[in-house]
């Protein structure tokens, strides 16, 4: 454990708890409301100049552009305007396939994100459904470059399908997995974009949207968990797969279903990664009414939201969520895979106490990383996403999914 800074480190044995930080904050803090047409355009510009979510990988002269076209907030000006920078790039890389393949993979994952940046943070209009169809595409194209490949899978599932996405690292075989879930307004694509340091690392992922959203089956309610309990049935028939090196890594609403699996899926995972995932208080209206106004989210949270669910109401939604508690159904205190729950203090759209609850719940032993400085899923100026990952997340994850020979069972759980 020597990766993790002890200053924000949270360990949770079964002997006891120990919480070395911030007893007197506030933990349901929030922030001002929806924003105008200006404010979005200036936050939106802001957040592509600083690189960071949902605005990341985008070109700041790019922005400036789109943003220029956008004259209100009706959702398709929004799709149309980022849609015809995404189309550009699309069309500039279908010239270089001839002549230069590695331009035309940088300019079909540049119209990717130009296209899901179009459709978010769901695809509620026509412009938008269109858009995120194009990312799909333009996702597909530069898949077709990637070394070692990408595999589309589909995977038979109560009638329909799960689509998901399968990269294993070269020269492994059978190799160590890791599924990952994306989160409530990302999808699938943006996970297998972004888990290329596990390859480096010897590691494979299967990637797929969680339900409710992208290419999901099913929407959000009480036992769709089935649906990654079957991935792990298929993943297990696969000899390229090591079965009994399987992690899950979420981030945001993913990990509502990563700590589902660490209990009802504790003898088939090495362990589990919730990073900003709701747990219990988040489903209550005292926390989601207010809580629905934060700034942290660029704008549309509430249609985001109950998207998952398949409601349109706010009653509608505000009475789905109680019966998704953890808690509620009984998880909490129960033998689970290991667990590393991380979070920020500061988070306005899952409260830190969510983490404190599962972390503080009993059980098998439990790892906590706490950003005091922290927003959503933990990340700051100091500390983004793509940090966390590498110095917190990954380590974590290797020392999990190690040989036998390397690491006893004992020491890992």
Known sequence: MRNFDPRILVRNAASGVILVLLASIGVFAQSSGPRTLEELKAETQKRVDRNVAPAGGLKSEDAREALANIHSLDRDEWAAAWSAIADRSASRAATEESTDKTKAQQDYLLAWRYYSFARWPTPNSPGKAKAYQNALAAFKNYARFLDPPLETVRIPFEGKEIVGYLRLPNGVRPAPLVLTISALDSRKEESAQGDAPLLRNGIGFFAVDMPGTGEAPIKVDVGAERMFSRILDYVQTRPEVDSKRIAVRSISWSGYWAAKLAYLERARLRGVVIQGGPVDGYFTPEWQKPGLNTDEYLFDLFPARA?????????????????????????????????????????????????????????????????????????????????????IILPWIKARLAPDTQVSRAQRE
Request: proline share 7%; net charge negative; charged share 20%.
């Open 307 to 391: 998207a998952i669910y398949g409601v349109k109401t706010l009653d509608e939604f505000l009475a789905y969520g109680p019966r998704l508690s953890l808690k509620t159904e009984g998880y909490l205190g129960k033998p689970s895979a290991p667990m590393l729950i991380a979070n920020g203090v500061k988070d306005t759209q899952v409260p830190i106490a969510d983490l404190y609850t599962l972390l503080q719940s009993g059980g098998s032993a439990k790892e906590a990383w706490v950003n005091p400085d922290g927003g959503h899923t933990g990340r700051s100026e100091e500390w983004p996403n793509a940090r966390i990952f590498e110095e």
